[in-house]
């Protein structure tokens, strides 16, 4: 995307070169990390799918065993980009990919945000990897009430029939009203660190 942007677009021109940052939610937060500095392995995973059987990801993946056999025990072959000079990263995925210390030369500016009710990504131990593994500590706002799907933009009445799960919060989270401060926290961050 970043290469299509700074070369192929026709108004490339409007991007400073300088300035490019990414946002991520749940595997785009993992993403995120991963292409800012962050080197996943499998071994963290593995780990903690065998400490926690029951967690929700390691279910997803088949449990420890299957995630050693499917991805091995190597670090993954992700690549950086040196363009990137910042992330906003909601609730990112799979931060035990990260463990011992995937996090630790990741020097870039972060600011981690997480919902208080998420069973996906929970405050521990997921949260607190990302949190805990970089060196700089990041900003981070817990936002009470919210699930892991109150990151996504809030649905219309179509999509709350299609896929009730991922449009349904708790009772008394107001999606849209969480939403006009979240764009603004991400629109701040960026501002403050491009």
């Not at 108004?11 to 400073?16: M, N, S, Y």
């Not at 210390?101 to 990741?106: E, I, S």
């Amino acid at each position: 995307m970043i290469d299509y942007m700074l070369g192929a677009w026709p108004d490339r021109r409007a991007v400073d070169q300088g300035r490019i940052g990414i946002f991520g939610f749940s595997m785009g937060g993992f993403t995120a990390l991963a292409s800012l500095g962050g080197r996943p392995e499998t071994s963290g995973l593995v780990a903690q799918c065998k400490a926690m059987p029951r967690k929700a990801a390691c279910l997803a993946l088949g449990g420890a065993q299957d995630v050693r056999r499917k991805f091995g025990q190597a670090a993954l072959g992700v690549v950086p980009d040196p363009r990137l000079r910042a992330a906003f990263v909601a609730a990112p995925a799979l931060p035990a990919l990260f463990l011992p210390d995937g996090l630790r030369d990741l020097h870039k500016p972060v600011e981690l945000w997480a919902a208080e009710l998420d069973e996906l990504v929970p405050l521990d131990p997921d949260i607190l990897i990302v949190r805990d593994g970089l060196p700089v500590p990041p900003a981070r706002h817990i936002e009470p009430g919210a699930g892991h799907y109150s990151f996504l933009a809030p649905c219309t009445e179509a999509q709350k029939d299609a896929a009730h799960d991922i449009c349904a919060d708790g009772p008394g989270f107001d999606r849209a009203v969480f939403h006009r401060r979240l764009n603004a926290a991400v629109v701040a961050f960026f501002r403050r660190n491009l």
